[in-house]
């Protein structure tokens, strides 16, 4: 499923995923699987990635 509360969260700061890959150490094409729905990041990246754009867990990664 694709994570478009992640990508709005991402453009909300105006980040590209290139910035969001290097301030969370991992790589552009990372990020992209874990937008697109292809890869479902470990709990460290989530917490990672929530920290960077300023969310919490729900916000992010909780399915409706």
């Not at 910035?19 to 937008?35: F, H, K, M, P, W």
């Not at 990635?49 to 969310?55: F, Q």
């Amino acid at each position: 499923m694709k994570n478009l509360r992640m990508k709005a969260a991402r453009a909300g700061l105006d980040l590209s995923q290139q910035d969001l890959a290097e301030l969370c150490g991992v790589s552009r094409q990372t990020i992209n699987a874990v937008e697109k729905g292809d890869y479902n990041p470990t709990i460290s990246l989530c917490l990672k990635i929530c920290k960077v754009l300023h969310k919490t867990l729900d916000e992010l990664f909780w399915e409706d």
